[in-house]
């Protein structure tokens, strides 16, 4: 595919942190481009560059911040693929109406992810899961659709996860350590997070546990419904005072028991599903197996494979459950916009975001990562 394919794509909560994020991985995108901006009525109307207060390391893109951002609603300048960033206290009825207008919404936002029609996807780990897109939108009497990626912690504890399917996952015992940008901006008060730790993260506990069955689930009827896998996840999740970076601590009891070292090499020699999965923003590795004793290191390791691969470390025997290691994931582009960006990727590898997309009774360059 080309760098002249490029299809223009519309971005929804495009002033919040994430919304950045998004812009910031769109730019220079091989197969996408940036080309409508929506958010809240307070931005709607003004430049780009003037609505948003700007708080990533890299400026904003010269191409964006001129851009009018539109209202959250489909209009007739709207591109047919949307990436939503949108606060989960409006994201639901903002996508469903997208959906129903016939654009292909790409979310980040929790509010559909656990719908029984709507995919939940990690390429590597469930590409398979896209089958419920025509399910979903007979169902629902819509021309477009909602594709959905996890939460940021989930979405490292499933990459980490999904090599270990051979030796059958039973129970899963995770603790998180998530960065204070998970919380947005303005985030989390200073006098509470530094020098400390907040033992609760509104809704992520459940979140992981649900999440994490669903992504290692096996489509059923047909390809209309997933079952979810019969592990049981137990989370606790914290706060801490690091920029970037969710940290996991896990701990899984396996049905085969394999010894640590055998976990090591399933780890390190796991490869995308389907296999040889080619998309700009796919790493060749997603998941990185780490040396020593005092690893993964977060400043560095979060950006394994441009932010977009996961970082193992400590992989080593667990007394009660059988196998325990740590995981780092980049919250903002693997847990987030990279995610979204990276369904697209492999939806329109699927053939889903062209042609006849947008009738009801259809049935359906240069990486960034390394």
């Keep these: 595919m080309s760098s002249n394919d490029q299809l223009p794509v519309g971005l929804l909560g495009a002033t919040g942190m994430v919304g950045q994020q998004f812009a910031l991985y769109l730019d220079g995108h091989p197969w996408f481009r940036l080309a409508w901006l929506g958010a809240s009525g307070r931005s709607a109307g003004r430049p780009y560059g003037d609505a948003v207060r700007w708080v990533q390391d890299r400026p904003a893109p010269e191409g964006v911040a001129g851009m009018v951002v539109r209202p959250a609603a489909p209009d007739a300048d709207c591109p047919r693929l949307v990436f939503s960033a949108m606060d989960a206290s409006v994201a639901g009825r903002i996508e469903r109406a997208f959906a129903r207008a016939g654009h292909f919404v790409v979310s980040n936002s929790r509010n559909h992810r656990l719908d029984p029609d709507v995919p939940l996807v990690v390429p590597e780990v469930n590409a398979e899961h896209v089958e419920l897109i025509p399910h979903q939108r007979r169902k629902r009497g819509w021309p477009g659709a909602i594709v959905t990626n996890p939460n940021c912690s989930t979405i490292t504890l499933a990459l980490a996860l999904a090599p270990l399917r051979p030796f059958g996952i039973r129970r899963v015992l995770v603790t998180t350590l998530q960065a204070v940008s998970g919380a947005g901006y303005p985030g989390v008060p200073a006098v509470d997070v530094l020098g400390n730790a907040i033992p609760f993260v509104g809704g992520e506990e459940d979140k992981i546990q649900a999440e994490t069955r669903k992504l290692l689930g096996t489509l059923r009827g047909g390809g209309g419904a997933v079952e979810p896998a019969a592990v049981t996840v137990s989370a606790h999740c914290n706060r801490v005072a690091t920029v970037d970076g969710h940290l996991v601590c896990a701990s899984v009891e396996l049905e085969a028991r394999p010894s640590p070292a055998e976990v090591r090499d399933a780890m390190a020699g796991f490869r995308a599903r389907p296999q040889r999965l080619a998309l700009p923003t796919a790493p060749q590795r997603p998941v990185r197996v780490a040396e020593g004793e005092d690893r993964p290191q977060p400043r560095r390791d979060a950006m394994a494979g441009g932010g ?63």
Excluded: W
């Design 308 to 370: 977009m691969a996961v970082t193992v470390g400590r992989v080593r025997e667990c007394p009660v459950l059988g196998v325990k290691f740590t995981a780092l994931g980049h919250n903002t582009i693997r847990g987030a916009a990279g995610a979204s960006v990276l369904n697209a990727e492999y939806l329109r590898t699927q053939g889903r975001l062209e042609g006849d997309f947008v009738s009801a009774a259809a049935d359906p360059g240069r990486p960034h990562a390394g």
